[in-house]
Each structure stands twice: as structure tokens, then as C-alpha cells.
């Protein structure tokens, strides 16, 4: 009997508990935003253009592959970074967003909020990626061919795409609005293959 009660009580106490969380992700969910949001109208809503595609395609193209240690492709990985530099070249140009080039590899972006007092929000990507072996491709994993309306290409999900991405965002979303509401701190590592993390991110940290 003592044991029964006393298991009674530990499920009695877990299911307290449980209640408490759901009440408590009830109330933080479900209140009102409270930030000041800009709303982007019909009219300048994000629509894939022919530009924003090229651009992917061309980034895409970079053999930005990482091998074993001391063997990576260095010269792919500072022409797709003069690239990307070059292509949102516009992002530098605004006195609240600050570039810095770690290592001559790793790009930070920090794009300075209205709102000083919140934390800053952190995206991060890496533009290195693995192998490719052709004969198990398609096309050939850096032509990025347009096929069926995919991309085909090394990096289009792991992770040149996410990170071309997050900078068209911030592109466009500077077109409709003259400042971000909290400070985004945007972090492209130039390695996470195959030896991460003793490269690039730490150099990233250490800045």
C-alpha cells in the first residue's frame, strides 16, 4: 500500500506539473503581439523573380567543397564570397547594418534594431558542402540546372540556399521598411566539413 501511495503522489505531483506548463505555453502563446511589426502589402510581396533565381543558381555554381583537412577548396570559397559581397552589396551600403570578413572566409553581417533593449535575434548558414560524385547526378551537381522546376545542384538544401535566402529577405525587406525592429546578427561559415568545429565556427566565436 505504501508503495502504491507513494507512486499516486509522484504521478499526482508529474501531472501538476504538466497542467502548470500547458497554462503557462497557453497565456506566452496565445496573447497579442506586442512588437511593432511593418505588414507587407500584396504589392510588394516576396515573388520569386528570374534575378533572385540567377543569383542561386550562380552561387550554386561555386565548388565551395570541403575535403579532409588541408585540402579544401579555397579559391571556390573567396570567389563565392566576392560574389555574394557583390550581389547584396546594397545591404553594406545602409548605416545601420555593419560587414565583417572573418578570416577571409566567414561573413557576419549585424543589422542594427530600433528597439536597443531586445536581445538580437541570430541566423546563421554555412556555405561549404561535400563531395559530389557526377555519375550518381543528373546533371552535373555544380551546373545548377533548372530541370522540372528544381534547381539540381550540390548546396540547393544543405545550405547555400538557405543562406542566399536569409540575405533576399533582408534585401527586400529594406525596400518597404527603413530599419528592423531588434538587431539580427547574420553569421556565414566558410566550413562545417568535415572537421566542425574546430574551424570556422570558432573563428566566428573568437571574433
Known amino acids: 500500500m505504501a508503495s502504491i501511495r507513494k507512486y499516486s503522489i ?33 504589392h510588394t510581396r516576396l515573388k520569386l523573380s528570374s534575378d533572385m533565381i540567377q543569383r542561386l543558381q550562380t552561387g550554386l555554381r561555386y565548388p565551395t567543397v570541403s575535403y579532409k583537412r588541408g585540402t579544401e577548396n579555397l579559391t571556390a570559397k573567396i570567389d563565392y564570397v566576392n560574389f555574394i559581397r557583390d550581389e547584396f552589396k546594397e545591404l553594406e551600403t545602409y548605416s545601420f547594418v555593419k560587414f565583417d570578413l572573418i578570416n577571409n572566409l566567414s561573413m557576419l553581417y549585424e543589422l542594427e534594431g530600433k528597439n536597443k533593449e531586445l536581445k538580437p535575434y541570430l541566423i546563421a548558414a554555412h556555405f561549404d558542402v561535400v563531395p559530389a560524385e557526377k555519375e550518381q547526378w543528373k546533371f552535373d551537381p555544380f551546373s545548377a540546372e533548372l530541370d522540372e522546376g528544381f534547381i539540381n545542384a550540390r548546396g540547393t538544401m544543405d545550405n547555400k540556399a538557405s543562406m542566399i535566402s536569409q540575405l533576399e529577405a533582408a534585401k527586400l525587406f529594406l525596400k518597404v521598411s527603413n530599419h528592423f525592429y531588434k538587431k539580427i546578427l547574420k553569421i556565414y561559415n566558410w566550413i562545417k566539413y568535415p572537421f566542425f568545429p574546430q574551424l570556422g565556427t570558432e573563428e566566428i566565436f573568437r571574433f
Open 10 to 42: 509522484y504521478f499526482l505531483l508529474i501531472l501538476a506539473a504538466l497542467i502548470l506548463v500547458l497554462f503557462y505555453r497557453a497565456y506566452v502563446v496565445h496573447q497579442s503581439c506586442r512588437h511593432d511589426i511593418t505588414r507587407i502589402n500584396n
